[in-house]
């Protein structure tokens, strides 16, 4: 069994900054990729930024600039660097990893619970 455990939401004015983590800890062999997506009232839950174990990120345009994330691999932690925060980007934000057991290619997916950013003046 994976958790991952996220840290790091809180209410910040426009503008602002927030820096998430996510902990992933298990019988873990190596984890693929890990990402952050975000899911608003009323709306669907969508991918905000992953990044894969040898590096390469993945940026939604709406965050585009604003936002980076990052890794550390001997640690199974992501980061998610927030900037510029808008209104827009109030969300509930989950950790996501896609997970494997032992060198075979199976991977597994599991999410975080969710951590809260409000940006708000």
């Known amino acids: 069994q994976v958790q991952l455990v996220e840290s790091g939401g809180g209410l910040v004015q426009p503008g602002g900054s927030l820096r998430l983590s996510c902990v992933a800890s298990?019988?873990?062999?190596?984890?693929?990729?890990m990402g952050w997506y975000r899911q608003a009232p009323g709306k669907e839950r969508e991918l905000v930024a992953s990044?894969?174990?040898?590096?390469?990120?993945t940026i939604a345009d709406t965050v585009k600039g604003r936002f980076t994330v990052s890794r550390d691999n001997a640690k199974n932690t992501a980061y998610l660097q927030m900037n510029t925060l808008k209104p827009e980007d109030t969300a509930v934000y989950y950790c996501?990893?896609?997970?494997?057991?032992?060198?075979?290619?199976?991977?597994?997916?599991?999410w975080g619970q969710g951590t809260q950013v409000t940006v708000s003046s």
């Open positions: 996501n990893a896609r997970v494997r057991f032992t060198s075979a290619l199976n991977e597994f997916q599991y």
């Open positions: 298990g019988s873990i062999f190596s984890i693929n990729a």
């Open positions: 990044i894969r174990s040898g590096g390469s990120p």
